[in-house]
């Protein structure tokens, strides 16, 4: 069973581009979380989904950022017209649907943004 | 709002003496409670979960413990290697989202 799988786990982008970070969760995972993590910092949560549901994007800025998690395929973050600001590492965690909420939680590797 | 904190920030030990790292939190209306390790670089790899109902988890060298009435977590680390220094971070979910403590940075000296 393969864990929560990040691609790419570098970009590189220049001020203005678009970053699009993709999260495959583990097999028989519906919950997905996004977390971003600057250096010597903590995790920060950014947006929790279900397939096709955002259910918390609380921790997400209202601009220029947005997540999904379709039917079929990944979970995309995606972040357009990139700042400085934006360098960081983003991890993807997924967890499984139980009676009470989510349950464990698995992290991908983690993709890291620098911003030109 | 529930707020996790780890206590040492930072922790330096010499090889093969026994540890503990603490969690707190706020809110003990928690359904599980979760350690993880954090190599440089590297994503979380999760160690020990513990649901709410329960009062310690093990493995292998690693024991965690919760008291949900007090809000606190310890993870004890026996006899511990330098391919323990890691950061470890302790999280609590309250059903659908989790709040992740600071961390502890822990290096464990040859």
């Known amino acids: 069973n393969a864990g929560v799988m990040q691609n790419p786990r570098h970009l590189v982008r220049r001020r203005g581009q678009e970053a699009r970070l993709r999260c495959s969760p583990m097999?028989?995972?519906?919950?997905v979380y996004w977390y971003r993590q600057l250096p010597e910092e903590g995790l920060k949560f950014m947006v929790y989904?279900?397939?096709?549901?955002?259910?918390?994007e609380s921790g997400m800025p209202k601009e220029r950022f947005s997540a999904e998690f379709p039917k079929e395929g990944p979970s995309i973050l995606r972040i357009q017209q990139v700042v400085r600001g934006d360098s960081a590492a983003y991890f993807c965690?997924?967890?499984?649907?139980?009676?009470?909420?989510?349950?464990?939680?698995?992290f991908g590797e983690g993709s890291r943004l620098t911003v030109l | 709002k529930q707020e996790v904190t780890q206590i040492p920030a930072a922790l330096s030990v010499p090889e093969g003496e026994n540890l503990v790292l603490n969690c707190s939190f706020t809110?003990?209306?928690?359904?599980?409670l979760q350690w993880f390790r954090q190599d440089p670089g590297k994503g979380l790899t999760s160690l020990l979960l513990?649901?709410?109902?329960?009062r310690e988890q093990t493995s292998g060298r690693l024991n965690a413990s919760l008291d949900k009435s007090s809000g606190r977590s310890t993870l004890y680390i026996a006899a511990s290697q330098p391919g323990d220094s890691a950061t470890y971070l302790c999280?609590?979910?309250?059903?659908?989202?989790?709040?992740f403590g600071t961390g502890t940075s822990l290096t464990v000296i040859p």
């Open positions: 965690a997924s967890s499984p649907l139980i009676a009470q909420g989510a349950g464990e939680l698995f």
């Open positions: 097999k028989g995972h519906s919950h």
């Open positions: 989904l279900q397939k096709e549901n955002i259910i918390d």
């Open positions: 809110d003990s209306a928690i359904y599980n």
């Open positions: 513990i649901q709410s109902s329960q």
């Open positions: 999280a609590v979910t309250t059903g659908n989202q989790f709040y």
